[in-house]
């Protein structure tokens, strides 16, 4: 039996989705590999589109497109980023015309929050946060053993809680939530419970200081290549 074909952009060296033509060409999607999703799975993109027709929905992209754009600036050296992601957020959220800006930050960033709170007050938003550890529920709640607890099997250990983090924010009604640093797996949990718009500033990477890609760059990267013990021709 033939082996199901599924989206693999990752492996793609055609880019058909951003050629290199002149605004009034078609881009070639006959070149793209097999493996590509505009092949695959065209009825799923044109239901993807159908989505934009929704007003709110257009005019967000079309704000995010701009912002974009905005990032760069031209210089007599050539193209170059010019904002960071927090001027970005800021720009952004002003662009839409948010008010109200929610943070769910990481009990151990509390710093990187108050200062965050303080550069969003003064650009003009209210801000509602929400640290991960509200409502002060023990681990054992979701089933922690002693041993299992960061602090030791002795002390108190209140639960990471993702799940009131976003409920709080869907509660105050923000405009904009913007994640700050949640834990692999606590952030996926507020993405699912959270119903309103969310950016995220920063991911959690205790190793390099919260910047999740810096391995790719760096000799860690042969470290992450390497097959665990046993997994070798299929062991």
Not at 95 to 119: M, Q, R, V, Y
Not at 143 to 160: A, D, L
Request: aromatic share 6%.
């Amino acid at each position: 039996m033939a082996k199901k074909l599924s989206p693999m952009c990752s492996r793609c060296g055609v880019l058909v989705c951003r050629p290199e033509i002149k605004v009034d060409e078609t881009p070639p999607i006959e070149t793209a590999p097999v493996f590509c999703p505009m092949k695959l799975m065209p009825d799923v993109i044109d239901d993807a589109m159908s989505e934009y027709k929704d007003d709110g929905v257009k005019e967000f992209a079309r704000q995010a497109s701009i912002q974009e754009f905005e990032c760069y600036e031209q210089t007599p050296e050539g193209k170059r980023a010019k904002n960071t992601r927090i001027e970005e957020t800021i720009q952004l959220a002003k662009k839409c015309g948010f008010k109200k800006l929610g943070l769910a930050f990481c009990a151990g960033l509390p710093k990187e929050a108050s200062l965050l709170t303080d550069i969003l007050e003064n650009n003009g938003f209210e801000v509602v946060s929400a640290r991960c550890k509200v409502g002060a529920v023990p681990k054992e709640t979701i089933g922690i053993r002693p041993e299992q607890k960061i602090r030791g099997p002795r002390n108190w250990e209140s639960m990471c809680n993702p799940i009131s983090q976003a409920k709080i924010m869907n509660a105050e009604k923000v405009d904009l939530a913007i994640l700050l640093g949640l834990c692999v797996g606590h952030d996926t949990l507020f993405l699912k419970y959270c119903r309103v718009p969310v950016t995220v500033l920063a991911a959690k990477d205790r190793v390099t200081g919260h910047s999740p890609l810096a391995p790719l760059y760096s000799s860690y990267y042969s470290r992450l290549m390497s097959k665990p013990r046993g997994k070798e021709n299929g062991r």
